[in-house]
């Protein structure tokens, strides 16, 4: 049973383990007939359903009651039963990491503490998403983690201290998240269909819900056509299709762009800053072109903060009961080292490197070495890894299978009772 990452980002949440992302899921429920329908089958219906449809559980996590909605208290009921979905569908049975954004009040960070004591798992770690974000970045400078939600941008800016990456601030940007956009590219789209179909998308539950599901298809076109967007919806037996103009779409975006760019900005005076976007913005059209004129930017791998986790996971997991939210970590590991990219930045000082495995009173070099009952040790460029393959393993007392980083002072075991080989450091070798 393999370590897992729950990303708890509401328009996409992921789980994640060493091997990839498992499930991804979109925070969305759905309460009709007394049966509760989450992720993609809500959101799929949710403009059938308005009344009945949820988005905000996560962005307004809280206890407060509501009494409209039967067997459900309060936003946090429907919280705990996304979460135990996701644990259902990602076979998350064992010990988990949240990757929260930077917005969670400490009210609503034990409000998700105290559901997952109630869930067939046990978190062991909380990181803010923005932290794991700059373990990928191969910047000397501060970093600015912008992450789409359903309804805000969270700005959160990571500054480098005495080799330690820490959260020095957090911004909200309201009103522009992947639903508002949604909800404008929506506006455009229907007053076209009007002016070129005499036709009405948003006039009928059903075709509005078409037009919802199909945006997000359209936006990603890749015709020959490079100055429209063909938009087609089918309807009956009747196909409506109007174009629209690129040009006019990024300029009607434009407005949420500069509401973003501003905050970007300030968050940016006084330092180099680079720019980190969560993978929601690459489908935003114009919005790179918008603000990569001021400031360097990159569009992060949908992976990537669960890798850096999972990679960081020795300075995140706690080691008692109280879980604290992570806010500063070590600059050891990346993912561009880990993708083999050059990552000067990254480098561990070489102070804090093991070179040895003690193993009873004996002390063995490190390098590409077989570790009966469990697996080989191999020598990579940005450090050593235990690759157990399908054997599960104690790592610092967690249970662990696969392929895992080691550093100074972890100890091994293959399992609890057995004696443990510790990783060391001896001086003049």
Not at 32 to 37: E, F, L, S, T
Not at 140 to 149: K, L, N, R
Not at 341 to 353: H, L, Y
Request: glycine content about 6%; overall charge negative.
């Amino acid at each position: 049973m393999s370590l897992k990452v729950i990303e708890l980002n509401d328009n996409v949440l992921r789980v994640s383990d060493d091997s990839g992302i498992l499930v991804e899921s979109p925070g969305f429920a759905l309460a009709v007939d007394k049966q509760m329908q989450l992720g993609d089958i809500a959101k799929q219906q949710a403009r059938i359903y308005p009344a009945s449809s949820y988005n905000k559980y996560l962005h307004e996590l809280s206890l407060d009651p509501i009494s409209h909605v039967a067997g459900i208290r309060h936003l946090a009921d429907i919280a705990y039963a996304h979460l135990l979905y996701l644990a259902e569908e990602g076979g998350v049975d064992a010990d988990v990491i949240f990757a929260v954004p930077g917005n969670f009040t400490r009210q609503q960070l034990a409000i998700l503490l105290g559901l997952a004591k109630q869930s067939p798992f046990q978190v062991v770690g909380m990181v803010d998403s923005a932290l794991a974000a700059a373990q990928v970045a191969t910047h000397t400078g501060s970093v600015i983690y912008a992450e789409m939600q359903l309804h805000q941008v969270v700005l959160t800016k990571i500054v480098m201290k005495g080799g330690t990456h820490q959260r020095e601030s957090v911004i909200q940007v309201p009103g522009v998240g992947s639903q508002n956009f949604m909800d404008l590219m929506m506006q455009l789209a229907t007053g076209l269909f009007i002016e070129q179909c005499r036709f009405n998308p948003q006039h009928d539950a059903e075709s509005e819900q078409q037009l919802y599901n199909a945006l997000p298809l359209w936006l990603k076109q890749d015709g020959k056509d490079q100055n429209s967007l063909l938009l087609e919806l089918k309807v009956n037996t009747a196909v409506h299709t109007a174009k629209m103009p690129r040009e006019s779409l990024i300029n009607n975006l434009a407005r949420h762009y500069k509401s973003i760019g501003q905050q970007v900005a300030e968050l940016a005076v006084g330092g180099d800053s680079k720019l980190l976007l969560s993978p929601d913005f690459a489908d935003l059209p114009g919005f790179r072109s918008f603000l990569g004129e001021s400031i360097e930017l990159e569009v992060l791998p949908v992976s990537a903060i669960s890798r850096a986790v999972i990679l960081n996971r020795n300075s995140i997991v706690s080691g008692d009961d109280q879980i604290q939210l992570t806010t500063a970590l070590p600059r050891v590991v990346s993912l561009a080292k880990a993708s083999g990219q050059s990552d000067p930045v990254a480098a561990e000082p070489e102070q804090v490197r093991p070179t040895h495995v003690l193993v009873g009173s004996t002390a063995i070099p490190l390098g590409s070495i077989d570790l009966p009952e469990l697996g080989r040790i191999e020598k990579y460029e940005d450090g050593f890894y235990l690759d157990s393959g399908k054997q599960e393993f104690l790592l610092n007392e967690h249970k662990v299978v696969g392929k895992h980083e080691l550093s100074l002072g972890d100890l091994i075991q293959p399992s609890k009772n057995s004696e443990a080989i510790r990783l060391i450091q001896v001086s003049n070798v």
